[in-house]
């Protein structure tokens, strides 16, 4: 076994030392500071599209929890279409990173857990009105209220933390 940029060899496979539910496969190594630019870009460039989009929007997302419009589901429809295509075109082209490294799109098994934690995270969905993609977008829109939503999402993801092994994955 061999180490290089931090990662493990062993027969050609790259194996990494703190294996997460999402591993990232690159290879190349980037440099922190670029890394943090184009992520903070990145999400500049959502919280805006959040924002004129209306996602972040408390009443857009209680009038999808009532049932009575149709703007959430067609947001939402969209993106797992988009990604849904997105994710067909890289497989069936064998499409490459911007480093040219192959796509791994790691094969994802039922799991209880899944159907608990989506049930949990919806439920706070509803309640706070912010699920915690828009929550910085909602805050920098001035709904400071959020902030204790904010709190409460960092809290549960201290909670899970401390539960998860005792937790069904």
Sequence with gaps: MKIVNDEFIENGVITHPDECAAPNDQIAPESMIASNIKYLAMGMLFGIIAVKSEIISWYRIQEMFRLQS?????????????????????????LK??????????KKNFHWGN??????????????GAC?????????????????????AIAGTFVYGLFQEKLPH
């Design 70 to 94: 149709f703007h959430m589901y067609g947001v939402i429809g969209t993106a797992v279409i988009t990604g849904a295509i997105s994710v067909l075109l890289i497989k069936r082209f064998n």
């Design 97 to 106: 990173t911007i480093q040219g490294e192959e796509v791994v799109i790691h």
């Design 115 to 128: 159907v608990i934690g989506g049930l949990t995270f919806g439920l706070g969905w509803a309640i706070t």
């Design 132 to 152: 915690p993609g828009p929550l910085f977008a909602q805050i920098g829109s001035g709904f400071l209220v959020i902030i204790v939503t904010l709190l409460s």
